[in-house]
């Protein structure tokens, strides 16, 4: 009897393993509606991290929601900080536990430059850019398209995984499954604002998240090629911003010019010296410390589309920076120049030469970067051009002792963090996602984008894999954010079948 109980009980599994899809087609179909109005009603909560009192509003709605799919919650608080909403979701004879990551913050939003205010969701026929035109919600599913879009602050980065989350509960509860892991759930409030109270709050809740096995990211778009994607890292982060000076004070350009030091062109030159034609970083080792690919990640490459021809045309850029593919390049540190400032331009500039010239530069690390080192790295290269390095504005007598000086501020940042592929429980995600996803599913061992990744794969020594659901155009960031529509349908399946996986 026991060995005829097992083999029913694996048939079972692979059934239902085979059929996820169908289940999952068959709840959206009978609940669309309610999910769409869920989903805008989430949005339309302002949820800007420095605004405490709708972040706690966002805060106090899915905890509502969580509780009523059985979730046991609780709010993780730090005075003056946005909250982390904390659930669990025990799983009798569960013998490992999968967190689910999600961040509930979203960019701050300034309402004129949006087509309509970012907190008020509306509803598209399709893609602004392709001349969709903004349509009533949908009253029944067969309303729904999959090219519809909705726009609003957050649509996709990153309320979406929420709805889709808290779906997936309701297809397992309403069918009667049982989940097949405990489940955590980790909703962070800041994320959008640097995540800067996240170490803390994993330091004093370690008894909630050590018994994690892994971890799982709810963030991000899908590949460009509208094909799924598992992402194993992230890029780290860090920067600086570099000031260069001329006169003490702004000079006639009629009366100077040709005589004063102009700190736009210093500036431009010190720029144009740490990158060659071809858009490649040549200050001396740079690249030294990046980690290789593993054979396994080094096959999933290869696998992946090349896209840089339709990114051209989409972005209109005629030569992209360095030799390699797109996807190759994501995997090389990267050095960025973010803005630029000195004087005035357009009905504004003056017939002057300032007296500074300032630059942001955004640096995205790889697997093997030290922040900081890389931030010495850039240093060393401004001082063989010939620059005396301050960290506060020069006073006269500085001035007057060096020929060149730039004053360099260093940001903060973390460094990039990715996940074998050859685990055994990452191998067990990539099988469960492929029935969702087919074989067509991407490997990516980086993503180009950033998230504090590190603290849970170094810190917490634990595993780590991105769930990108959104759209690749989706706006992140932008105004006119929007979601795609097939999209947070294919978020659903996949939170319900990796909350049913095997083993």
């Not at 946005?82 to 913050?105: C, E, M, N």
């Not at 599913?141 to 726009?151: G, L, N, T």
């Not at 397992?172 to 604002?193: D, P, R, Y």
């Not at 892994?214 to 509208?226: A, I, K, M, N, T």
Request: charged share 25%; proline share 6%; hydrophobic share 35%.
């Amino acid at each position: 009897m026991r060995i005829i109980f097992a083999l029913f009980s694996l048939l079972s599994f692979t059934v239902f393993s085979q059929d996820i899809n169908q289940l999952a087609e068959k709840h959206i179909q009978e609940n669309s509606i309610q999910i769409l109005q869920d989903f805008k009603t989430l949005l339309s909560i302002p949820n800007v991290a420095f605004d405490l009192p709708n972040i706690n509003k966002n805060a106090d709605h899915i905890i509502a929601e969580l509780n009523k799919r059985g979730v046991e919650t609780k709010l993780l608080r730090m005075v003056g900080t946005p909250p982390i909403i904390y659930g669990y979701y025990p799983v009798k004879g569960a013998k490992r536990t999968l967190a689910f990551y999600v961040h509930y913050d979203g960019q701050p939003a300034d309402k004129t430059n949006w087509t309509h205010d970012p907190w008020e969701p509306t509803y598209y026929s399709k893609a602004m850019s392709q001349g969709g035109e903004p349509i009533d919600f949908p009253t029944n599913h067969s309303q729904i398209a999959e090219e519809h879009r909705i726009y609003a602050r957050s649509a996709g980065d990153d309320k979406a995984p929420v709805i889709t989350i808290l779906t997936a509960l309701d297809l397992i509860q309403a069918n009667k499954m049982k989940a097949t892991s405990n489940l955590v759930f980790f909703f962070e409030g800041q994320e959008e604002a640097g995540s800067r109270q996240l170490q803390q709050y994993l330091n004093d809740n370690r008894a909630l998240v050590d018994e994690i096995d892994l971890w799982l990211f709810c963030d991000g778009p899908v590949h460009q090629s509208r094909k799924p994607q598992l992402v194993f890292g992230v890029r780290g982060v860090t920067g600086m911003e570099i000031t260069t000076y001329g006169p003490n004070r702004p000079l006639h350009s009629g009366h100077y010019g040709n005589w004063a030091p102009v700190p736009g062109q210093l500036l431009s030159e010190l720029i144009a010296s740490m990158k060659d034609d071809e858009g490649n970083v040549i200050i001396e080792g740079y690249y030294d410390d990046v980690e290789p690919l593993s054979d396994l990640e080094k096959r999933a490459m290869s696998s992946i589309p090349l896209i840089d021809e339709g990114l051209k045309k989409e972005l209109a850029i005629n030569d992209p920076e360095g030799t390699e593919s797109y996807n190759e390049r994501l995997l090389l540190p990267s050095l960025t120049i973010k803005g630029l400032s000195s004087g005035n331009t357009g009905k504004l500039a003056r017939n002057v030469v300032p007296a500074t010239a300032t630059g942001s530069i955004g640096m995205r690390l790889v697997k093997g970067c030290d922040p900081e080192k890389q931030k010495d790295l850039v240093e060393a290269h401004i001082r063989k051009q010939g620059f005396h390095i301050v960290r506060e504005d020069p006073d006269q007598e500085t001035r007057m002792k060096y020929p060149k000086i730039a004053k360099v501020t260093r940001e903060s940042g973390y460094p990039a963090a990715r996940t074998s592929m050859d685990l055994p429980i990452t191998q067990d995600v990539i099988a469960r996602t492929k029935d969702i996803a087919g074989e067509e599913l991407i490997l990516l061992p980086t993503l180009g984008g950033s998230l504090p990744l590190y603290l849970f794969t170094d810190e917490l020594k634990k595993p780590a894999i991105i769930l990108p659901i959104a759209n690749h155009d989706n706006n992140q960031h932008a105004a006119d954010e929007n979601l795609r529509i097939e999209n947070l349908w294919y978020g659903i399946k996949l939170m319900s079948a990796l909350m049913t996986m095997d083993k």
